[in-house]
């Protein structure tokens, strides 16, 4: 950890570089500011009322757009918009062929190709911003004819996306770091004093309940468990197997510097947060479903699914075994061990001790199959000891989400790692001194 | 292009459209900022010319004076207005305009002394063929001389540096200042005479070859350069582009062993495609399948090329064998010096020698090879006895070269096609000079046929056309070989024609004196392109009329090539100052350009042209033909600017070692080695020869051992990172940033040189008996190096793929339904897909 402040102490010294991390502090101030600023014509309490019926589903949403969903703010739909365009030109690329030349343009493709995301981020937002305009119908309160009042909410809702957009490119551009990645670590760690503030409501229940030292106890072991599941999970990101690779090219000096990077890097966690969110997905669509339909109904089989939903044995069994699978399939789909090997064989470069082709392939499916194993445990549990802790101590929202750490030690350390090399880049010692 | 009726308007440019204006983001085309530079510059013009000539030499040299007084103020551009600085330049561009006109003979037009003025202003200037450049590029020069801190105008051949320092001499030297050139095989004497002259013309390479050496001297005084401080480079696209990636490289012999690649260009030989090994069009590249690998294992009999020998420790995984692995990469250039270089396209063979033929210019590229075996897997497969192995000493490219110029302009007749590169790699920005004449250069739209050979048939009549009308006809082909079989089949025909191609190179000047006469018909390369000065009717004014009246230069291309600006210097050899000329290009599906990036399966099944001796006329079909050039440049350029960017770490580093070794060469800095690592062996040598000589000369010791083994570390050094940076995009597949941990790795290996380097010097040290007597450096024989060449390198392709950055870094994080859909869309398609 030091030498990550270490790392920033230092980009701070570079001039160039420091101007580009204020000006990313700076826009990203912007958008914490644009969340506390309310969409003219709503009413804040009815929205959020109608905001938290969704339960968790709300709850991971609200994660993502930075905590502007419940607060009606201009944010409110977040980048959301923005990604899923990203993914809908990513999968269009490989649909359309025009597009896939497009990709192949180089710098004049890409930059067409950025262009139409933007204009179906603006698309998305819009439909976006049409059902959530619908579905809050009730929390709109103004002295506008409705209609009026709707486009106004409407066209807020999009502007507001497409500003955060603005932003994160801006932060591309100028700035350091993905843009759009820290907008949303950004929103996450704004979460930081609320949840300090919900531990310090927690600590004051339990010295009301028993005694001081048994909370104190109690708040410090909430911290330790935090701090060691940033740990654990800043150890597992960085993880890797480094499969050694050669290359049958000519080298005539003497003395090979640096050669010892030319490895096949296995993530052990290859999927990242995605087998969790899949997970989470399927484990909540019966609950979700309720939310919808059935809110009102007393009838057993619902109360029985929601009972189920509330710490149950077998249902963080099952949440387990989910995220366990998820691993496996999206590391399979993700990661294709053939395509390696060919693109290997095609560059005459090898892994010592193993044949081109098949037996290549066969070989680092075999590895990243048995680092999958791991990887799945390593999900399974991060996602769950908070919950599994939060129902011991009955004391549930207190354990910091797996999710959320898992997105924030991510982003950070890319981060650090892109300070660090364009420090690399500037920063020269003189020689010999 | 320029409009009728506004002839003083024209000369500073034209307007253009808003989306050419867009699209061409760093190309000026309107220079109205100058006007008034232009118009004090041609005010002064009636007074000087009723002065004396000496009165006039006085007053450049009264001018040299003040600007060395003042320093130009600020460094500032011409077109910012500074009065101060303004006055200068008028003042000194019409001292160079009246000189030419009394030197030469010559009054350099309004355009030229614009494009003066833009590239004092540090810009690229695209000016067409025949405009006059030569007279043009004086202007900026002859001023930066008088700092008299050396201006060197790189020019595209040792030709043309020798022809303009001869004709533009007199007009330097009427202004007080000296020109000189410099030639390859000059000796270095003769190097730091030109070098020492005010105005310096020679190649790029030549500079940068000296440059290279100067890293090997061994004493200050054999240095033939001046720090570098102004350059001017003629056809800038050309060095800055199309052979900016070529590194020049200072070799020795050596005597390291290899694989045989006699035996191996057998097995190659021998080898069945598609079934043996795979050929990739596109990358360019050919490679062994498994059955393939056992096939050469079974006839080299050598067993399992892929065995390990087994690690130091029990535990340990086992390492590559070097003998094997040496086996693998000699078998890989077997197998490309086979399948993918083609004799008479890629190389000649003349003189029992392999000759590279450059692929920009058409030309026998001098001294440049192949890099490491693959030159002597080609020397194989032509049964030529195999040239010496030999070892880097240094080397630079071109582009990382001409940075270190503190000043730096360039003029070409094609910039705007590369200006967003020349703007994102050197921060140029491209003016475009309005011809002085209006061009009538008719280019006809290009024509396509299926088939090559309906392509051909096509322009044999085309210019038995051109040829019955008397018209000269001048056609660029793709190869050597196809220039050779196209003037066969025109003779068959009965049409005589001239062969202008890399192996009669030799004869190129009385060929292309020819080209322009009624009637002549030139099949040529590439070759007839950038600098290729065809008059109309040659030197007759009669012919000339004559062939004016016929319409002019008929120019036809039977290729695109992959670089847009190689089509437009080939058209532009029509049409020269004002000239009638006509221009078209006759293409066919089956051209590389199309094969290579697998065109057809692009164009719907129902687009696809049947075949016929019919030019296609699908108006989408000729649309997309025509951008697969644009994609290719696009293309292109984003490998050529992601390979730059691996270069910032280790231009830097290259700053940094240089300075070290240049202080060391000037005695300016003593690290002071031999007295830290080895204290008894110092303590002995002042012992026995007395304080003060032992101390002198142990620093002189020290200080050869370093200038002898900084080189050869930074070579090692060199190719290491090359290695890497050829083989470390497979990061990608762990979701790491391959640039990053280039840098990265570069740093620390960087530092691992430089505590090794400090053992080897002290290990030098160590062979120093106490009396002083050691190492002799002459002797160990680095002083010298044998051979300068260069290199040809491949581009090579990011194998494992840009994706949008936001796409793979936050849809991994947040979004997984979308994103599990594009995974599984791919891999479906790539199981079951076309």
């Known amino acids: ?414 981060l650090v790692n892109q300070m660090e090399s364009q420090m690399l880049m500037r920063h020269y010692k003189g020689f010999l001194d | 292009m320029t409009r009728a009726g506004l002839p003083a308007d024209r000369q500073y440019g034209r307007r253009v459209g808003l989306a050419e204006a867009l699209r061409h983001r760093h190309v000026r085309y309107r220079h109205d900022a100058y006007r008034p530079l232009v118009d004090a510059i041609r005010s002064r013009e009636a007074m000087l010319r009723d002065l004396p000539t000496e009165a006039l030499s006085e007053a450049a040299l009264r001018l040299g004076a003040r600007i060395r007084a003042s320093g130009f103020p600020g460094g500032a551009a011409a077109s910012a207005g500074d009065p101060a600085l303004g006055r200068l330049l008028a003042e000194g561009f019409a001292l160079v305009r009246e000189f030419g006109v009394r030197a030469l003979g010559l009054r350099a037009y309004d355009e030229q002394v614009l494009t003066g003025l833009v590239l004092w202003d540090g810009g690229i200037a695209e000016m067409q063929t025949g405009e006059g450049k030569t007279l043009a590029a004086v202007f900026p020069a002859a001023l930066r001389a008088m700092e008299m801190q050396g201006m060197h105008i790189l020019t595209f051949n040792d030709y043309l540096a020798r022809r303009d320092t001869a004709w533009m001499g007199p007009l330097y030297r009427g202004l007080g200042l000296s020109a000189d050139c410099v030639q390859e095989g000059d000796p270095p004497a003769r190097r730091r005479e030109a070098y020492g002259a005010d105005v310096t013309y020679l190649t790029a390479r030549e500079a940068g070859f000296d440059h290279l050496r100067s890293f090997l001297l061994m004493r200050p005084e054999d240095e033939v350069l001046r720090p570098f401080y102004a350059v001017l480079a003629d056809e800038a696209d050309s060095i800055l582009i199309d052979e900016a990636r070529n590194p020049l490289i200072l070799v020795a012999e050596d005597r390291t062993g290899r694989a045989d690649p006699a035996a191996l260009d057998r097995v190659a030989r021998d080898l069945q495609p598609g079934l043996h090994y795979d050929v990739d069009t596109y990358s360019r590249n050919a490679f062994l399948t498994e059955d393939g690998i056992r096939e050469a294992e079974r006839r080299l009999g050598c067993g399992d090329l892929y065995a390990v020998l087994p690690g130091r420790d029990p535990g340990e995984p086992g390492v590559a064998d070097p003998r094997r692995t040496a086996i693998l990469t000699g078998l890989q250039d077997a197998l490309q010096a086979r399948v993918l270089l083609v004799r008479d396209v890629d190389y000649l063979v003349r003189d029992g020698r392999v000759e590279l033929v450059d692929e920009f210019t058409g030309r026998v590229a001098d001294r440049r090879r192949w890099p490491h075996g693959l030159h002597e897997a080609v020397e194989a497969k032509e049964g030529l006895p195999p040239s010496r192995e030999s070892r880097i000493l240094a080397s630079t490219t071109l582009q990382d070269f001409i940075r270190l110029y503190p000043h730096r302009c360039g003029m070409t007749g094609t910039a705007v096609s590369g200006a967003d590169e020349l703007h994102q790699v050197y921060g140029f920005e491209v003016y475009v000079i309005p011809p002085h004449r209006p061009n009538r250069r008719e280019d006809r739209p290009d024509r396509l046929y299926a088939r090559s050979a309906a392509r051909w048939q096509a322009v044999e009549s085309a210019i038995a056309a051109s040829h019955a009308e008397g018209r000269p006809v001048l056609v660029g082909t793709g190869s050597v070989a196809e220039s050779e079989a196209l003037s066969d089949r025109l003779r068959v025909l009965g049409i005589p024609c001239q062969v202008l191609n890399a192996k009669n190179d030799e004869i190129e000047a009385a060929l292309v004196a020819r080209a322009g006469l009624p009637g002549t018909v030139t099949v040529s390369t590439n070759m007839a392109g950038r600098g290729t000065d065809i008059r109309l009717g040659g030197p007759d004014e009669a012919l000339r009329d004559r062939v004016t009246a016929l319409g002019g230069l008929h120019v036809i291309g039977t290729q695109r090539h992959e670089s847009l600006r190689i089509d437009l210097q080939l058209r532009g050899r029509a049409g020269r100052q004002g000239d009638p000329g006509m221009t078209g290009f006759f293409l066919s599906l089956e051209d590389p350009i199309f094969v290579k990036y697998r065109f057809l399966d692009l164009v719907p099944e129902g687009l696809r042209p049947e075949d016929g001796d019919m030019p296609l006329e699908d108006p989408v079909l000729l649309r997309e033909a025509a951008r697969v050039q644009r994609i290719v440049e696009g293309q292109n350029h984003a490998i050529r600017s992601s ?105 620390e290996a960087f530092d691992r040189m430089r505590r090794d380097l400090e053992d080897q010097v002290a290990a030098l040290l160590l062979t120093v008996a106490p009396d002083g007597s050691g190492f002799d450096p002459e002797e160990d024989g680095l002083a010298l190096p044998s051979a300068t060449w260069t290199w040809m390198v491949p581009e090579e392709d990011d194998l494992y793929g840009f994706s949008s950055p936001v796409a793979t870094s936050i849809a991994a994080t947040v979004n997984p339904t979308l994103w599990t859909l594009a995974a599984l869309a791919r891999r479906f398609r790539e199981r079951w897909g076309p």
């Open chain 1, 1 to 414: 950890m030091a030498g990550v402040f270490e790392t920033i102490k230092n980009a701070f010294r570079i001039q160039d570089l420091r101007r580009k991390l204020l000006y990313t502090l700076g826009l990203l101030a912007i958008y914490r500011i644009g969340t506390q600023i309310p969409v003219p014509g709503i009413n804040r309490e009815i929205f959020t009322q109608l905001f938290e019926r969704f339960g968790n589903l709300g709850n991971m949403f609200d994660l993502v757009s930075g905590g502007a969903l419940y607060s009606a703010s201009i944010f409110t739909m977040g980048i959301q918009p923005y990604i899923n365009a990203s993914i809908i030109m990513q999968l269009m690329t490989v649909v359309i062929p025009a597009l896939e030349r497009l990709q192949k343009e180089g710098d004049e493709g890409r930059k067409k190709i950025m262009q139409i995301v933007r204009y179906v981020t603006i698309g998305l937002g819009l439909i976006q911003a049409v059902a959530l305009w619908y579905g809050a119908r009730d929390a709109m309160q103004s002295s506008l004819p409705a209609w009026l009042n709707a486009i106004l909410v409407i066209a807020t809702f999009t502007a507001g996306t497409a500003f955060i957009m603005w932003l994160g490119e801006q932060i591309n551009e100028y700035g350091i770091g993905n843009g759009i990645s820290l907008i949303i670590f950004a929103g996450i760690v704004t979460r930081g004093p609320s949840a300090v503030q919900t531990l310090w409501l927690y600590f004051q229940s339990w010295t009301e309940g028993g005694s001081f030292f048994l909370s104190l106890g109690m708040t410090i072991l909430v911290v330790a468990v935090f701090l060691v599941v940033i740990g654990l999970v800043v150890f597992v990101q960085q993880a890797e197997r480094r499969i050694p690779i050669q290359y049958a090219k000519k080298v005539v000096g003497r003395k090979l510097y640096g050669g010892q990077s030319t490895y096949l890097p296995l993530k052990v966690n290859m999927a990242g947060v995605i087998p969790i969110i899949f997970a989470m997905s399927i484990m909540m669509l019966p609950q979700t479903l309720i939310g919808f339909f059935f809110s009102g109904s007393d009838s057993p089989i619902v109360q029985w699914i929601l009972n189920a939903s509330q710490g149950s044995v077998g249902y963080y069994t099952l949440y387990a075994l989910l995220i366990f699978g998820f691993t496996f399939f999206y590391t399979m789909i993700q990661f294709n061990p053939v395509e390696i090997s060919n693109n290997l064989q095609k560059n005459g470069g090898f892994i010592p001790g193993i044949r081109p082709g098949r037996p290549t392939a066969d070989f680092i499916k075999h590895s990243a199959n048995r680092i999958s194993w791991f990887d799945g445990i390593f999900l399974a549990l991060v996602t769950l000891l908070p919950v599994i802790l939060g129902s011991i101590t009955r004391a549930p929202g207190l354990w910091f989400g797996g999710t959320a750490v898992l997105i924030l030690v991510g982003v950070a350390l890319d």
């Open chain 2, 643 to 747: 390979l730059d960017r691996f270069r910032v770490v280790i231009r830097e580093q290259d700053r940094v070692i240089r300075q070290f070794r240049d202080e060391i060469l000037r005695d300016e800095r003593a690290p002071g080695l031999f007295q830290r690592r080895l204290p008894d062996r110092f303590a002995a040598m002042l012992d026995r020869m007395g304080a003060d000589p032992g101390r002198r000369r142990a620093r002189e010791l020290e200080r050869a051992a370093w200038l002898l083994l900084v080189p050869r570390a930074w070579s090692d050094y060199l190719e290491s990172m090359e290695y890497l940076r050829s083989s470390i995009h497979i990061l990608r597949v762990g979701g790491k940033d391959p640039l990053s941990e280039f840098n990265r790795t570069a740093v």
